[in-house]
């Protein structure tokens, strides 16, 4: 990898920390975070386009970019459906719970449920969330990271890539609260979605007979795959959209955050449509590779490694 790294590359990459630490810094700066209810909310001072991007980067990140286009190279166009299928539970959060949240001035999740119910249950669900974020979440999200870079830099242990992956995450969080990783993840929600998009654009130029010559790679090149598959079988797909995603979208502290720190409820609600609309293409960045992966018969040992393996070969340097 570290082959197709040059001296171009490590500036950007370097210029990148920079504007990521400055937009942290100066949003920092224009926060009032003297109170643990603005730490949270912002000050309710997100615009609609903020809050859309927000949901977005919290969304995707790094264990998509190696896993989902990993699953897609195995499995095919049915992985799609992860993202194609939010749209029921992004309706219910427009419809009923942003609100329930905002007209109630809700900073947490389980502060709504200690109003609903009790402090025991606040408790319990804060446990649950916490445990949930540390060993599954945010795991999975730091250590895909840490795998990405130490593939790219050649580092000699993943662990170098993985402190990198939770200081600057820890340090832009810390410094300013949610305006300060709202308004970073506009930043990295261009670059993740038009790096992906990028990629898949190379690819249809790349792969002999462009689009026809991805989707005939694969026979698994099929929206929605027999309920008997083992993987990806149709109806799981459809208890996926009607119970995981409500979570996920609707009662999921980090999805939401941005949501809770709206100007108003309008911007609220049309954040959460503009993040949908996202969505529609948010499979040309973390699925498709892996389907051009497979049209171009890289022969990966790991099909995790299928994103950098792509990038490696078909970006140019200083992209």
Known sequence: MMESIHNLDLFI??????????????????????????????SGTLPWYAIGFSIIAAGISSEHFLGAVGYSYNFGLSVANWEWLNGPSLIILVCVFVPLY??????????????????????????????????????????????????????????YGIWMVSIVGGVIAVSGGMGSV????????????????????????????GWTGIMESSENNHLILPADHPEIPWPALIVLALSTNMW??????????????????????????????LGILIPLADVFPGLIAKALDMDLANSDTAYISLVNELVPVGI
């Not at 210029?15 to 209810?37: N, Q």
């Not at 949930?132 to 662990?159: H, K, P, R, T, W």
């Not at 941005?258 to 609600?269: M, Q, S, V």
């Open 102 to 159: 905002l007209r109630r001035h809700i900073v947490t999740m389980p502060m709504y449920l200690g109003r609903r119910f009790n402090g025991q249950v606040r408790t319990l669900f804060a446990v649950i969330t916490i445990l949930i974020y540390v060993f599954i979440n945010l795991a999975g999200v730091i250590y895909s990271g840490g795998l990405a870079l130490q593939a790219i830099f050649d580092m000699e242990s993943i662990l």
């Open 248 to 277: 996920f979208f609707c009662t999921n502290q980090c999805i939401n955050q941005a949501t809770l720190g709206a100007k108003d409820e309008w911007h609220a609600k049309m954040g959460i449509l503009f993040a949908g609309f």
């Open 13 to 42: 990459f370097i210029l990148y920390f920079a504007v990521l630490f400055y937009i942290a810094v100066r949003a920092s700066r224009r926060a009032k975070t003297e109170s643990a209810h603005e730490f949270f909310v912002a």
């Open 182 to 209: 709202a308004w970073t993840n506009v930043f990295q929600s261009i670059l993740l979605l038009g790096g992906g998009i990028l990629v898949f654009v190379i690819g249809l130029f790349v792969v002999p007979e």
